[in-house]
């Protein structure tokens, strides 16, 4: 394990948990990769010299460690019920009063253009409690019309983002709808243009919008995403998001794989506390090198797979696999290193030592195959498919029981009747709420730590 230390810097650490020997022949390295970060996470910026208003224009220099704006969805379905909006509003309003004082922020309403609702004019706020009691008084007047073009709120929360100097950049993004307003191309280029630009987490509220389109939000920006059945939650959700938020101490953090001559990356995938695949997100930083984009941290741990294919060899040879490094982009280019852990192989030609799975890529292995088989199962439920669905959803509830997630089992247990969690045996329930469906999908990729 490697640890470094730097003054307004996070400890960061890797260790890394594999089998290093293989039978003879063998061509594939697996490895998890816990990266812990401590020593971040209580400071949410400091205060910055105001004009008195507490709104500085685009442009100006900010001194605060945070950016953050708020996008809800004011589109006409907010109306219905008609608490959801208002609902919203309060929401809104309790996460502004959990930013920590100094963070720049904005809050606009979406629906298929983008309005400001505070503080305006391209600026962002600094809180304060003259500026959170201002920007609750403008949610007081939200209003409900219109259509849904999620792209177009994006690119403005990208354009308030962008006037602030503030390491950690934020969004949260609510919507109680489908993004009918625009192409689906409108919004992945959107998405595509505000990755590595700031992180998002994105709720959808009732049961009218679609889990595939959250998720992605999400997953692009690095964010978390979740579902809020019932608009009463949504101040306790805003409030909590936006605490976890304000603990972020470092933002662009990247895992960094150098392989040897001959061998070469086959995926990396984050594995926990959520399953997200980021071998398509590899930018080329070298000959034999590549970074892997981790977003924001503040104090926490988080576990990734990676897999590496190496040349085979005979018995007794043996390899540098890869070398994982945690770095962080300097100003001049360069980049700082904060953690760094060794990916090894060894072949040999004892059976039990080349055959036996490390019981860290074994869990997550489970863990990655749970989310796939939750997801195939509820769409071939959609499909009508009975047969199929009940075969992957028997399957998802036998790796819940045997890895211990409990949280996914219960989450299981309101859309399958379980006859047997060991041998994934169910039947399908007759009759299951949209609410539960949407949420064990919205929650499939979320894994339990493995026990070391």
């Known amino acids: 394990m490697a640890r ?64 953050v704006v708020i996008m809800v969805d004011c589109s006409g379905s907010m109306n219905y019920p008609e608490a959801k909006l208002r609902n919203a509003g309060e929401a809104t309003a309790a996460a502004v009063d959990t930013l920590h004082d100094g963070v720049s922020f904005a809050v606009v309403a979406g629906t298929h253009k983008v309005r400001e609702i505070y503080p305006g004019d391209g600026r962002l706020a600094v809180a304060d409690r003259e500026t959170r009691s201002a920007a609750k008084t403008a949610l007081r007047g939200l209003t409900a019309g219109g259509g ?25 993004l609510l919507t109680d709808g489908k993004n009918e307003h625009e192409q689906p191309e409108e919004l ?23 889990v595939r389109e959250v998720t992605s939000i999400a997953s692009a920006l ?18 909590q998001m936006m605490a976890t938020a304000m603990g972020k101490e470092v933002a662009d953090i990247n895992l ?20 997200e695949d980021l071998s398509a997100r590899r930018t080329d930083t070298g000959p034999r090198t590549g970074d892997y984009p981790t977003g924001s941290w503040g104090d926490e741990s988080r576990d990734y797979h990676v897999c590496v294919r190496v040349p085979a060899a005979s018995v007794g040879q043996e390899m540098l696999a890869a070398r994982v490094s945690l770095t962080r982009p300097q100003p001049d280019g360069t980049s700082l290193s904060l953690a760094q852990g060794l990916i090894k192989a060894v072949w040999t030609d004892d059976v039990a030592a080349g055959t036996t799975l490390n019981p860290q890529v074994a869990h997550y ?60 045996t169910v039947r399908l329930k007759a009759r299951v709420t949209d609410a539960d469906k949407m949420t064990l999908e919205t929650r499939s990729t979320k894994t339990v730590r493995v026990k070391k």
Not at 192 to 197: D, I, K, L, S, V
Not at 257 to 270: D, S
């Open 148 to 172: 849904t073009a999620i792209s177009t709120w994006l690119r403005c929360a990208d354009r308030l983002l962008a006037t602030s100097e503030a390491p950690i950049k934020h969004g949260v």
């Open 365 to 424: 292995t489970g863990q990655a195959e749970l989310a796939r088989v939750i997801q195939q199962g509820l769409e071939l439920r959609k499909t009508g498919d009975e047969d199929g669905a009940t075969a992957k959803l028997g399957r998802a509830v036998q790796l819940a029981s045997a890895s211990g997630n409990e949280d996914t089992a219960k989450l299981l247990a309101k859309v399958v009747d379980v006859v047997d969690a060991a041998a994934g």
């Open 222 to 239: 690095l964010g978390t995403a979740d579902i809020v059945a019932d608009s009463e939650g949504l101040a306790e959700d805003f409030t």
């Open 256 to 275: 960094r794989l150098w392989t040897p001559q001959g061998a070469e990356i086959r995926y990396v995938k984050q594995v926990a506390p959520t399953v």
């Open 4 to 67: 470094f230390t730097k003054e307004n810097v996070p400890s960061f650490s890797a260790e890394v948990y594999q089998n290093k020997f293989l039978p003879e022949g063998a061509e594939e390295v697996n490895a998890i990769v816990t990266v812990t970060s401590t020593g971040g996470g209580t400071s949410g910026g400091v205060p910055l010299v105001s004009d008195g208003s507490g709104v500085h224009s685009a442009g100006t220099v900010s001194a605060s460690r945070a950016a």
């Open 188 to 210: 992945r280029t959107a998405l595509e243009e505000c990755a590595g630009r700031f992180t998002c987490d994105a709720r959808g509220v009732g049961t009218d919008w679609d």
